[in-house]
């Protein structure tokens, strides 16, 4: 049985607290599956992602955001590769999985 873990709205990291919201433009517009703006402190989601995706992709945002607020480079692939492990240790070994039902679709541009 899967332990279902709720995606706050608002996510802190260090003393920053970022909004995380649905967008259903993000794909069609940048070519992308998530983004984040630090200057408005938004993590956008793409809408119509699969789930498995969405996971990913949003642990993806936040080592971004680590690495912007902690000064670390990474490169995206690295950052995709540790990404994807997490969510393998996640959800394969701990049997995790993220509830998304508290997020707001918000078609921002």
Same mark, same amino acid.
């Given at each position: 049985m899967q332990t279902k873990v709720k995606?706050?709205?608002? +996510? /802190? *990291?260090?003393t920053h607290t970022y909004k995380v919201i649905f967008d259903r433009s993000i794909r069609t517009d940048d070519d992308r599956i998530g983004e984040t703006n630090h200057r408005t402190q938004v +993590? /956008? *989601?793409w809408t119509e992602a699969p789930l498995s995706m969405?996971?990913?992709?949003?642990?993806?945002?936040?080592?971004?955001?680590a690495e912007y607020y902690f000064r670390v480079r990474?490169?995206?692939?690295d950052i995709d590769r540790i990404a994807e492990c997490i969510c393998d240790f996640l959800f394969n070994n701990l049997g995790l999985g993220f509830d998304w039902s508290d997020?707001?679709?918000?078609?921002e541009k």
């Amino acid at each position: 049985m899967q332990t279902k873990v709720k995606i706050p709205k608002e +996510i /802190k *990291i260090g003393t920053h607290t970022y909004k995380v919201i649905f967008d259903r433009s993000i794909r069609t517009d940048d070519d992308r599956i998530g983004e984040t703006n630090h200057r408005t402190q938004v +993590i /956008k *989601i793409w809408t119509e992602a699969p789930l498995s995706m969405q996971n990913e992709t949003l642990l993806h945002e936040l080592i971004h955001i680590a690495e912007y607020y902690f000064r670390v480079r990474i490169e995206d692939a690295d950052i995709d590769r540790i990404a994807e492990c997490i969510c393998d240790f996640l959800f394969n070994n701990l049997g995790l999985g993220f509830d998304w039902s508290d997020i707001e679709e918000v078609n921002e541009k």
